[in-house]
Each structure stands twice: as C-alpha cells, then as structure tokens.
C-alpha cells in the first residue's frame, strides 16, 4: 500500500473512531482556545449546561483568568449554573479582587447559586454599602458601587433587576424607575430574603425605609418572602406609602407575615 493511501486510511480510521462525546469536547476546547472573543465567551458559557462533570468544571474555572473581562464573567456564570461547589474558592477571589463590574456582580451571583454564605455577604454589601463585619469596602470596591455607568450596566443586562409587576419587561420598569442603580440595589435585596443572618434582617428593615420606591418595594417583598413576623414592624407604616407598588406590596406582606 503505498504511503498516501495509508496515511489516509489512517485518518479515515481516527475520524470513524471518534464519537459524538470526543467531537463535542473538540469543539468546546478548541473555541475557548480561539482569539475570538466572542466565541471564548459563547463556548464557557455553554459549559454551564455540563452539570457533575469535572473536565467542564475545570475548563469554566481556568477561563476566570481570561484576559478580557466578557470571558471571566461567563465563566463564573456557568461555574454558577453547574453547581460546581469545588470552584468556590476560586469565585471569591474573583469576586473581591476583580477591577471589572460584570466579573464581581457574575461571581458573586454564582456563589450565591452554591448557596456559598459569600454570595450573601456580596448582596449585602451592595445593599449597605459595607462589609458584614461592619469593616467599611475597600475604596475600589466603594468606586464600583458607586459607578453610575457600571451600575447601569448591570441593570441593563436584567440579571439582577427587581420586577414588581409580575411578568411586565424591564423596558417598563426602566421608563417607570429612571434609575439603574437603584433597580441594581432593589435586585440585590430579592437575594437576601433567604439569609439567615440576623444583620441581613436589620439591612432589610433599614432598606424599607430607602427614598427609592423601587428598593422600598423590593425590601418589602424580600420580607414577606423571608417570612419573619418580626420584621412585620418595618412593613406597616408603608400601608400609607404614597406609591401604589409600595402600599400594594405592604398590603399583601402584612397578611403573608399576619396570619
């Protein structure tokens, strides 16, 4: 058999050989070694629909050190959906040492879907502006909650926006709120209703109470859903609120948390 033909009888062999399982990992590790962007991005993102399996878990993970911010945040994203409780570690360093907005929200929002107590300190802070610990957030972190366009950025995205009108999009709320980063606040409380932690009760209280209707309403739904009859104290007095979301969702709190 001459040389040609067997080196592609060879081929041919390898190609027959591999199966579908072998073409997807081929596919997935090639994109996310590509210098496109937008195809790092689309393929660790798609590995947030590999749940219980370690290779995936670990090509999400590496992609948190990608060069562009895009990529880190669809990796903690996914790291998020797979449950991959094992990349915890590695999502919090994201987390407290990222300089992009998108990255920290994306980690953050992760460790709360392992249901990791970080994720809670995170919300918290955006909620408070401060540290559970009571320490005050370090000035770069300050900068970040504090940047308008950011802030925008993420509301924008929906991925943490509080809707207090059912199933109505977010184009609504927008033109209703005219303010990103309070429905980037409002958003942080919904994650707060299940910690437990006594000083998340009191953040919630105090957050009852904001100027902005949007994170009042807000606070007050994390309430009810929290179920706390304590907490029934802060929910009253908004019976008399001047806005029509907030004195409705007064209203049914009061009967959640009275009966």
Sequence with gaps: MKKGLLFAVVAVGILISETPADQAWSILTTALGDQNVDRRASAVRALGLIVNNERARQLAEN????PVAEVRAAAAESLGKMKAKASAPKL?????????????????????????????????????????????????????????KAMEKEGLQGALGFVP???VGY??????????????????LQKLARDPDPRTAEALKWAAADTKWIVRAA???????????????AVTPLL????DCVRFTAAAATLRLSK
Excluded: W
């Design 165 to 167: 009108f059912g199933n």
């Design 219 to 233: 606070a007050i739904t994390a309430i009810a859903e929290r179920g706390d009859p304590k907490l029934l104290s």
């Design 63 to 66: 992609s948190l050190g990608d």
């Design 240 to 243: 008399a609120d001047e806005n």
């Design 92 to 148: 919090a360093e994201r987390m407290t040492s990222d300089n992009d907005t998108a990255v920290v929200f994306a980690a953050g929002a992760a460790l709360y879907a392992l249901d990791d107590p970080r994720g809670y300190a995170f919300y918290y802070a955006v909620v408070t502006g401060q540290r559970k610990s009571g320490e005050s957030l370090l000035d770069s972190q300050i900068k970040m909650l504090h940047d308008q």
């Design 171 to 188: 184009g609504v709320v927008k033109r209703v709120t005219r303010d990103d980063a309070s429905q980037v606040r409002a958003g942080a």
